[in-house]
């Protein structure tokens, strides 16, 4: 017996090929979804989530409300907030008061901001040191490609110090789109991530975290940060059928963090990476929220 269509005809062989590759993706989802909802109970955190607008486009869920209202129908419990405005402004006190009340009027205890500092400005350390005592951030978020600084400048090596007594998590942006995306004459380079390890070795104590990173770090260059010190990363750029079952063989499971890169990117996206990766409990529990509190500890 064989189906046959005029545009394109398929043996009986084939088709039960299909098939079972078709039940063979059913049940892999299926066990992401069951994993999911037996490890989800402490609720999702997501470490990689911006307000404000981005400087070219629009996006559906750049309205702190809706963004929040969508983050909690996903089951987010908390979310590490960056703002879309400390990659251009050049007033980062504005963008990061801006950035805590935000997270305050909108986020009702959810939102967590993580302010922007760039060590090339003048009196940048006074707001690092405004950013923890008087809005009382967790952590950091930098852009060097935006900010036109290598991760040899001693006012880097500087800044992840002071972080680090301060001890506030700090989260280092490779890149925040596809090239392809970009605009014309917003072409920004990824950061050069050469340089990073003789700065971590410099900084014991420090909590650091890849965002956006999956897209060009990956394999020994990835493996060698990992082991250079308490270094994480989330998966909102991570591609590939099995993505985070696959980068699981390169970096332990405690490194792995969820996060979604909204609204820039879908949610659903970074969500669907964990349903379609066959991970066990533990695994699922680490990265869903138990690895960013860690961190937070």
Not at 76 to 105: I, M, P, Y
Not at 240 to 245: D, F, I, L, T, W
Request: proline content about 5%; charged content about 25%.
């Amino acid at each position: 017996m064989e189906y046959r269509n005029s545009a394109s005809p398929i043996e009986r062989r084939d088709f039960l090929k299909l098939a079972a590759v078709s039940a063979g993706l059913l049940t892999v989802g299926q066990m992401g979804n069951a994993a999911t909802s037996r490890a989800g109970s402490p609720g999702l955190i997501d470490v990689n989530v911006n307000l404000s607008r981005w400087p070219t486009r629009r996006l559906p869920l750049d309205d702190p409300e809706k963004l929040v209202a969508r983050l909690r129908s996903r089951g987010v419990t908390q979310a590490w907030a960056g703002s879309f405005d400390g990659l251009l402004h050049k007033d980062l006190t504005a963008v990061n008061a801006r950035l805590a009340e935000e997270c305050r009027r909108h986020g009702r205890g959810m939102l967590l901001p993580f302010g922007s500092i760039n060590p090339t400005q003048p009196d940048w350390d006074e707001e690092l040191s405004r950013c923890a005592e008087v809005h009382r951030m967790r952590g950091i978020r930098l852009h060097p490609n935006y900010h036109g600084y290598k991760l040899d400048d001693p006012a880097f090596a500087r800044l992840l110090k002071l972080a680090t007594e301060r001890k506030q998590i700090v989260q280092l942006a490779l890149v925040m789109e596809d090239e392809r995306m970009m605009h014309p004459l917003l072409r920004v380079e990824p950061v050069d991530t050469a340089l990073l390890v003789s700065v971590l070795k410099q900084t014991p104590g420090l909590r650091l975290v890849l965002v956006n990173s999956l897209h060009t770090l990956r394999g020994d260059a990835l493996r060698t940060l990992i082991a250079a010190g308490d270094v994480s990363v989330e998966i909102s750029m991570l591609e590939g059928v099995g993505g985070v079952a696959s980068l699981l063989e390169q970096v332990p499971a405690s490194r792995v963090i969820f996060g979604s890169h909204a609204p820039l990117f879908y949610f659903e996206s970074a969500e669907l990476k964990l349903k379609e990766s066959p991970l066990t409990i533990e695994q699922m529990r680490a990265i869903r929220s138990g690895n960013a509190k860690r961190l937070l500890a």
